[in-house]
């Protein structure tokens, strides 16, 4: 709050300015003209902080509940299987598990529109562990088959990516694709955590 005795059209502009820099914020700076009337206060608002509204993501559409129930199931599996790539369900098309190396996780990922799923080596903001990997990649992808290296140019990340076709709307490929993909994130984990 910015309590002012006159309205200045340089003090507004300056509030203004500053309301622009802070929307991205949620917050903002509000101006307020004071005077005494008698020996009483009166306040009178001379600008508000315009805060955008944040949108809500639809957790309803048909996709995002395939994807939920794909990962509660998955959970399921995982715990069947006694595996350590075990996520939080949630109604998204991504989960992330660590791999015990800063700014490198598995992402688990699924899509609904092309009918697949996905394992990848996610590595945040370190371009040289990426070209290192690089470097093997015929030795890495003699033990997983063909990878999708992705170096990402112009973005700080980068991802190295296998996919297999599935459905997962058809609940008859739900279970095999679960196994399969929990498999493809064993398998990652196994043989990336030798050369990171």
Known sequence: FWFIVNEKEDLI???KTLNHCFNQNYCGLFVIK???????IEFKPILKPEIPIKQVR???TPAKQIQKEYWDRYF????????????????????????????????QTVNTKDKYIATELFINNDKDIFKKLMERKTEIEEKLGFLDWQALEGKKSSRI???????????????????????????????????L
Do not use: W
């Not at 598990?97 to 598995?106: D, F, N, R, S, T």
């Not at 095999?176 to 990336?192: G, L, P, Q, S, V």
């Open 13 to 15: 502009n300056i509030a």
């Open 34 to 40: 004071t005077a005494l009337n008698g020996g009483k």
């Open 58 to 60: 639809n957790n309803n």
């Open 76 to 107: 399921e599996i995982c715990d069947e299987l006694q595996s350590e790539m075990q996520i939080n369900p949630a109604p998204q098309h991504y989960q992330y598990i660590p791999i015990g190396k800063k700014g490198v996780q598995i992402m």
């Open 161 to 195: 990516r296998q996919t297999l076709n599935y459905d997962i709307s058809d609940a008859s490929q739900i279970d095999n694709a679960i196994k399969d993909h929990i498999k493809m994130a064993e398998d990652f984990r196994e043989t990336f955590k030798k050369y």
